[in-house]
C-alpha cells in the first residue's frame, strides 16, 4: 500500500527545462522521480515525494 509522504521543504527551483529530475534535498533523499514541469496554469510542478517546487522560467527577450 502506498502512503502520501509529507513534504519536508517547500524550496522553490527555477528552471529553464521542460523536464526535471528530483532525488531529494541532501537531507533526505529519495527515489530519483522524472518531472514534466510546463503546463497548467501556473508551469510548475511538485515533488511527490519532498515537496520541492519546480516552476518554469521564461527566458526574457533581449531588446533590440
Known sequence: ???YIKPTTTEVEYVTS???A???PKFS???RVYLT???G???EVVCPYCG???RHEQKQARAS
Open 1 to 3: 500500500m502506498s502512503e
Open 18 to 20: 521542460d523536464k526535471v
Open 22 to 24: 528530483c532525488d531529494g
Open 29 to 31: 533523499k529519495h527515489p
Open 37 to 39: 514541469v510546463v503546463g
Open 41 to 43: 496554469t501556473k508551469n
Open 52 to 54: 520541492r517546487i519546480f
